[in-house]
C-alpha cells in the first residue's frame, strides 16, 4: 500500500512539472539512483524532485524534493565551460520498515549543454533524518535532464 501511495505521489508532483514553462526529466546516478526531475519558477529559482533507492546503512526507497537558488555562471571550467552553482533546502523520505523523514541541504553544480535541451549536474546533499532514524547520512549524484 505504500509503494502505492508513493508512485501517486511522484505522478502527480511530475504532473505538475508539466504546467511549467521550463521543466526537466532525467537520471542520477549515486546515492540516491532513480528519476530527477527540476521546475524552473524563476531564473535563478527552482524546485527538485527525485525518486530512486537509497543506498545508505541500507538499501530503501527514497524520494526528496528541494528548493533551489541557483547563480548563474559562478564557476568556469577549462575556460570553456559555465558552470552554475546552486544550493538549497528541501525534505527526504525514505522507506525503511519504517518511514523515515529527513532535512537536505544540496549544493551542486549544473552545466547546461549547447544545442540541446539537457543539462548534467553533480550534487552533495548532507542528510539529517529525524523521524524513525536520527543520524547524518551525505547523498552524492551525477545526472543529467532533458528539457521538454
Not at 40 to 46: E, G, H, P, V
Not at 92 to 101: K, N, S, T, V, Y
Amino acid at each position: 500500500m505504500k509503494i502505492i501511495l508513493v508512485f501517486m505521489l511522484i505522478f502527480f508532483s511530475f504532473q505538475s512539472l508539466a504546467l511549467s514553462q521550463k521543466r526537466g526529466l532525467g537520471v542520477m546516478l549515486g546515492n540516491p539512483t532513480g528519476l530527477n526531475g527540476k521546475y524552473w519558477l524563476k531564473d535563478n529559482q527552482a524546485v527538485d524532485a527525485g525518486a530512486g533507492w537509497s543506498f545508505g546503512r541500507h538499501t530503501n526507497f527514497s524520494i526528496h524534493s528541494d528548493f533551489l537558488f541557483h547563480s548563474k555562471d559562478a564557476l568556469i571550467f577549462r575556460d570553456d565551460y559555465n558552470l552554475d552553482l546552486y544550493y538549497g533546502l528541501g525534505g527526504r523520505m525514505e522507506f525503511a520498515g519504517e518511514i523515515e523523514l529527513g532535512v537536505r541541504l544540496p549544493i551542486g553544480v549544473v552545466h547546461e549543454l549547447e544545442g540541446v535541451e539537457s543539462d548534467v549536474f553533480m550534487e552533495l546533499a548532507p542528510v539529517w533524518d529525524f523521524v524513525s532514524h536520527q543520524g547524518l547520512e551525505i547523498h552524492i549524484v551525477l545526472g543529467s535532464r532533458y528539457y521538454f
